[in-house]
């Protein structure tokens, strides 16, 4: 009697609870159950071009002559969501962060330390949209009266892939593998069943390789069809490992942009280049024409305002990442997507 009476008890508070229900909160939690599944390409966020760079001190040629605030600052205050990272190595075993010989200044010296940087601002923010974290391995050749220096490329690759693993979690890091699920292809499966979801995707990180030619070659060799890699490459159209491709023209090669974010890749464009002149002359054209063709991440070297410039960037709508307006539903909303704010 005693149980019977318990569940009677329950069965009238839950009736009790559903009654108190406004129509109003009916209508939204009915809603929320019809919205359109968000995926991870269909988004728009706005990066940095060579993310750790400051400018060099004294005078500098305009394409050194720009500088970037610290990793998690751009994450926090500025809304950058893809970061871009050269990485070169040096013989005390460390893979050091900067540009070339001639600009070397960065906000964080090693790739342990940008990484570190990252990782800490997303633990902190475990419901941001996955970064998208672009590496440049480059080759350092020294010559002296005695002897060439030359490094091994695979090596490089090797060291690389183990720092991420050392530095970033796997449980926070989305792979080729997490897309692949299964699919013969890593293409295939993006064109078959598309991306993962937004919502299970938060709070992680994509590595992608900046690089073509041999150096992705030598990739590719070490982990066939990028199975059990941690990093994507920069894609070719038609190969099987085609996940994410990189189309610094969004004015000159708009339609083949917007074919590829239509198909279901992942593209990242720019929005300027501090020596090409759009920042000094506050020309917007190629910043309308990436966000216009449905670029998923726009690199810039200016993500907030600088004295004496008028140009930055900003992304439409963005809180601070908005739909992408080729490949979103048309239920995605900017605060569906991202609003770390609230």
């Known amino acids: 009697m005693k149980a019977i009476s318990v569940i009677m008890v329950l069965i009238i508070a839950a009736g009790s609870i559903s009654g108190c229900l406004s129509d109003s909160e009916r209508q939204i939690s ?13 988004i728009q966020v706005k990066g940095t071009h060579n993310s750790y760079h400051l400018a060099p001190i004294g005078p500098t040629i305009r394409a050194y002559d720009y500088s970037h605030d610290p990793l998690d600052v751009q994450a926090e205050e500025q809304g950058v969501r ?6 070169w190595w040096d013989a005390r075993g460390q893979l050091y962060v900067y540009h070339n010989q001639y600009d070397v200044r960065s906000n964080c010296i090693t790739l342990e330390e940008c990484l570190t940087t990252l990782l800490d601002w997303s633990n902190q923010n475990q419901e941001h949209v996955p970064l998208m974290i672009w590496i440049e391995p480059k080759e350092w050749v020294e010559q002296s009266t005695d002897n060439t220096v030359v490094i091994d490329l695979q090596n490089m690759l090797e060291n690389i892939e183990q720092e991420i693993t050392q530095y970033w979690p796997r449980n926070k890091t989305l792979t080729p593998d997490d897309v692949r699920d299964g699919s013969e292809t890593l293409s295939k499966a993006i064109t078959e069943n598309g991306w993962p979801l937004l919502d299970d995707s938060r709070g992680k990180a994509m590595f992608i390789l900046l690089s073509s030619g041999d150096l992705r070659e030598s990739y590719y060799e070490k982990y066939p069809g990028l199975n059990g890699s941690r990093m994507f490459t920069m894609s070719e159209p038609g190969s099987s490992e085609a996940a994410i491709f990189s189309d610094t023209d969004p004015i000159g090669n708009g339609d083949e942009i917007e074919a590829l974010v239509r198909d279901g890749f992942i593209v990242r464009s720019r929005a300027d280049n501090a020596e090409d002149g759009e920042a000094d002359n506050n020309d917007t054209s190629r910043l309308e024409a990436a ?9 810039t070297d ?4 600088v004295d004496g410039i008028e140009y930055w960037v900003e992304i439409p709508e963005g809180t601070p990442v908005a739909c ?5 539903p048309i239920d995605c909303t900017p605060e569906r997507v991202e609003s770390l704010s609230d």
């Not at 893809?82 to 990485?87: H, K, R, S």
């Open 302 to 305: 200016y993500p907030e305002e």
């Open 30 to 42: 009915d809603e929320e159950e019809d919205l359109t599944p968000l995926r991870i390409n269909h």
């Open 324 to 328: 992408n307006p080729i490949s979103a």
């Open 82 to 87: 893809q970061f871009e990272i050269d990485v």
């Open 291 to 299: 966000i216009s063709v449905g670029a998923h991440s726009i690199s």
